[in-house]
């Protein structure tokens, strides 16, 4: 890697950009969801409290309230994770578009200058005190999030006998 590789910042994003999109040992989140129909995203399997519905909320949630909280836009902390789960059913082509929408803004934010990816994002919630608040750092804490749950989804989609997603996915 030359000095204007690392200068530029690109190379030093360049996982985080393609772990957004599922590149590597995680699961393309877009085509974990973009193939299945209403029916199969609100269906539960025995033993899981939430639907592949749920689970897109969720991360569509805690996207779109980091962005904010990067944009200095103060939002109330939950009391509880389960207001970041909804309370009835979605439109799930609005979700699946938002969720859409919401990791471009993030792979747009991966491409940053180097100043903003350092800046210091403020935390009005304790528990996140006790951590690293950068932009990039927070990017992270996203992609870690969202291939956790992308995982969930895919198994729920085995489960279902809806997997690999029509763009192809590992079946061992």
């Given at each position: 890697?030359?000095?204007?590789?690392?200068?530029?910042?690109?190379?030093?994003?360049?996982p985080l950009t393609e772990l957004l999109r599922g590149k590597g040992a995680h699961a393309d989140p877009i085509a974990c969801v973009e193939d299945i129909g209403t029916h199969v995203a609100n269906r539960r399997i025995p033993g899981f409290p939430h639907s592949i519905a749920d689970l897109v909320f969720h991360m569509n949630y805690w996207m779109d309230y980091e962005l904010k909280r990067?944009?200095?836009?103060?939002?109330?902390?939950?009391?509880?994770n389960a207001e970041s789960f909804p309370i009835a059913a979605q439109d799930w082509d609005q979700l699946k578009r938002g969720f859409t929408v919401l990791l471009s803004e993030y792979a747009k934010l991966a491409e940053s200058s180097e100043i903003e990816l350092d800046r210091e994002v403020e935390s009005i919630y304790d528990g996140d005190k006790k951590q690293s608040n950068s932009v990039e750092s927070v990017l992270w804490q996203m992609v870690a999030h969202n291939s956790?749950?992308?995982?969930?989804?895919?198994?729920?989609?085995?489960?279902?006998?809806?997997?690999?997603?029509?763009?192809?996915g590992d079946t061992w």
């Open positions: 890697m030359t000095n204007e590789s690392r200068r530029d910042g690109k190379m030093k994003t360049q990067i944009g200095r836009l103060r939002r109330q902390y939950p009391e509880h956790y749950h992308t995982g969930q989804i895919a198994t729920i989609r085995r489960a279902l006998g809806a997997w690999p997603p029509r763009s192809g």
